[in-house]
């Protein structure tokens, strides 16, 4: 059985399908999957779309019209958590949506009918790919245009954020964080998709892993970092930790 890779940007994918052997295209549910091997193994690559529903849907029809044994996330985030810079790794040990709140029904961020509020991703998955971050990172060095001074990009695991809103000014998520911390909620950083597939996998027991590379400190410069940053490096991180992790796997 296959492992699925998503990413949310054509950009954070391109090198992996360029890399596919026997690729074979098809289109399903308005979207593009591509079939094939990668470090000897069988995947199927696919673009989630932007946003949980787009997501959730593209990982559904992973589930059932290809029966992936396992769904892989790679792409970008926004930092928020305190020592998680630009050109960093979060390893998601778990999920979840900061713009869920059913109150006063349900409390505040606890998915309805789940009662939790966070959505843990599997733990021997993640542990993989949180080695291949490791070693990505301490092996290759990438240059993301920072100061000399600068300190080396970092690996860190814990919790992810998912909603439908790309946050981009700096009160916003400061807000977001106070908010989750107050209960006991510690994010590191915060994306669009990423919740929604975890859900999805956990409805079908499917296990599933996720990495962010740290595009923007989520604040009033997201916008012109995010666009570089996918633009320029997003790719050659989905390439060496994607394939590390196969390798691995």
Do not use: N
Not at 35 to 54: E, Y
Not at 69 to 95: H, K, L, N, P
Not at 177 to 188: N, S, Y
């Amino acid at each position: 059985m296959a492992t699925a890779i998503l990413s949310a940007l054509p950009e954070e994918q391109a090198g992996l399908v360029q890399a596919l052997q026997q690729a074979r295209r098809s289109v399903h549910a308005g979207r593009m999957f591509w079939q094939g091997t990668l470090h000897g193994h069988g995947v199927v690559l696919a673009l989630s779309g932007i946003g949980k529903v787009a997501a959730a849907t593209t990982a559904t029809a992973l589930i059932e019209r290809f029966g992936v044994a396992r769904i892989v996330f790679t792409g970008v985030a926004g930092g928020v958590g305190a020592g998680v810079r630009v050109g960093d790794v979060v390893v998601a040990s778990d999920y979840v949506q900061h713009d869920m709140d059913a109150s006063p029904l349900f409390p505040r961020w606890e998915l309805p009918g789940y009662a939790r509020t966070r959505l843990a991703c599997d733990g021997p998955l993640s542990a993989l790919l949180l080695e291949a971050a490791r070693a990505c990172v301490e092996r290759e060095g990438f240059d993301f245009g920072q100061k000399a001074d600068a300190p080396p990009a970092r690996v860190h695991q814990g919790l992810m954020a998912s909603g439908d809103r790309f946050v981009s000014a700096a009160r916003d998520a400061q807000a977001l964080r106070d908010a989750l911390a107050a209960a006991g909620h510690e994010v590191l950083a915060v994306e669009m998709e990423g919740a929604a597939v975890a859900q999805v996998c956990a409805d079908y027991g499917l296990p599933f892993a996720a990495m962010r590379t740290i595009s923007d400190r989520a604040d009033d410069e997201a916008h012109g970092d995010f666009a570089r940053f996918v633009a320029t490096v997003a790719s050659r991180y989905a390439d060496h930790i994607v394939g590390g992790f196969l390798k691995m796997l």
